[in-house]
């Protein structure tokens, strides 16, 4: 039977690489995206036309009435879910913390945090075999910003992503003897748009002198890191990580 994921945040960047490697290794794809209707419909289009399935869904995943959406979608249009990646994420302009406001505060922890556990709770409903469901596996795309604390950028996001290693970490040894496989992605500096919603598109390119490896990554490095971890290869792994971030 063939095999459905969902993916957050999937019409750009790291999202849309994962969608389309997900689809060539087999799997139906729902792309979700918020807002970008052209984009999404692009990431559609070229799976379509490589011979792949993907719909996609329009829907805020920071709320729950959009996460609800989301997943009734799958379940008409596309069937019984397999997979989900947690990828959709934000970041705000870079500032300190004793310049963060409190709404601020409560769209990152909404987009990054909320999203996920979100997410989590409607796949969990749909694959654990306590619910009746066949097993499963759930990939967080969390960032080296945990472990680093991106100090005078956006510790707030950082924080975010620290609260998406813990959902990780406690969400799957919840779920271990349920068939459900939980780890998480730790992306470094990648080059997608997200870096100019923070105020600096040239931004991965400033950095990259910091990493031992001295580049920036690729969105497909993340993306194959990500179908591993949902892979059967990866059976014996859960609430783990992979840190993609050239050695840093
Ligand atoms: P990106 O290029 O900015 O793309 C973000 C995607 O998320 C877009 O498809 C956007 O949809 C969607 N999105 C944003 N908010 C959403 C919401 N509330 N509901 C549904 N979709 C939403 O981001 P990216 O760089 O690929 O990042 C993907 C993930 O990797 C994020 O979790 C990010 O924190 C993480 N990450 C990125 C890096 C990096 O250097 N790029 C490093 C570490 C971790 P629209 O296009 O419709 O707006």
Known sequence: ????????????????????????????????????????????????????????????????????????????????????????????????????????????????????????????????????????????????ASRLGSAGEYVDYAASKGAVDTLTIGLAREVATEGIRVNAVRPGFIYTDIHASGGEPGRVDRVKEFVPMKRGGRPEEVASAILWLLSDEASYATGTFIDLAGGR
């Open 1 to 144: 039977m063939k095999k459905i994921v969902v993916i957050t945040g999937a019409s750009r960047g790291i999202g849309a690489a994962t969608a389309r490697l997900a689809a060539a290794r087999g799997y139906a794809v729902c792309v979700n995206y918020l807002k970008n209707h052209a984009a999404a419909r692009a990431v559609v289009a070229e799976i379509e036309a490589a011979g792949g399935q993907a719909i996609a869904v329009a829907a805020d995943v920071a709320e729950e009435a959009g996460v609800a959406r989301l997943f009734d979608a799958v379940d008409r249009q596309l069937g019984t879910l397999s997979a989900l990646v947690n990828n959709a994420g934000i970041l705000e302009t870079q500032m300190r913390v004793d310049e963060m406001d409190a709404a601020r505060l409560q769209r990152i922890f909404a987009a990054n945090v909320s999203s996920c556990f979100l997410c989590a709770r409607e796949a969990v409903r749909r694959m654990s075999t306590k619910h009746g469901g066949s097993g499963g596996a759930i990939v967080n795309v969390s960032s080296a």
